[in-house]
């Protein structure tokens, strides 16, 4: 597997004026690890993003989809319903951990309600692109309830997506174009990554066509392995970027000296 190319110039023209826009005001410019992303991910080859946190890796994983979701829903806003896209997740993002997933919805609300207002305030519809979020503590309520209107973009949990294949769930999941795996590292070579392989290789055979995958994970070696991991049959591009992030960081001490902290009121602050 190839390591992606330099970056191009003017990696933010590929996109909509309004997520350019958006983009922009939230970041001073995209590292070079999107850029290097962005290309693999525009041509439709599956893709494992290798980088520390704070790299900026995961809005790199979803920036596409995003903008391609929102010109979709505005352009298809004031058609009948009957003539809009059938309901279906279109992305759908897996996370080992729970709390990490609820993170990622969080997160997502910012460039979502941002890039609809641009859009909005540029004289267009509203789009509304919905996230859902389904893992083992998700009510049997509100699985109904994503199973009659599912969301555009589903996250969840390997396991969580195993029970839907296996369900009248994975009904909805036949739309999904763009699957995006996180902490990859953290599957690959365990039992639940191979359940994961399994689960990813059973949602393609629903499709019509395999659906691109994009893989991100912390640093890690070696990284064809995992790669492979992550694309099964398919052919993976690799895009690593192995800098430390930058950070700002300082110590501080409390007393002017460590070996002779003083007591206050009969009480040892090392007690």
Known sequence: MDEAREPTPHALTRFSDEVRGWFLDAFPEPTPLQECAWDVIEGGENALVIAPTGSGKTLAAFLFAIDELMREKAATADLPKKERPGKGVRVLYISPLKALGADVERNLQAPLAGIAARMAAAGGAMPEVRTGMRTGDTTPDQRRSLQRNPPDILITTPESLYLMLTSQARET?????????????????SKRGAHLALSLERLDDLLDEPAQRIGLSAT????????????????????????????DVRVRVPVRDMTAVPTFGGSDLTG
Do not use: K, N, Q
């Open 173 to 189: 999941l036949r739309t999904v174009e763009t699957v995006i795996v996180d902490e990859v590292h953290a599957l690959a070579g």
């Open 220 to 247: 890690v070696r070696p990284r064809d392995e995992i790669a492979r991991f992550l694309g099964g049959p398919h052919p993976v591009r690799v895009v690593a970027s192995e800098g430390r992030p930058d950070m």
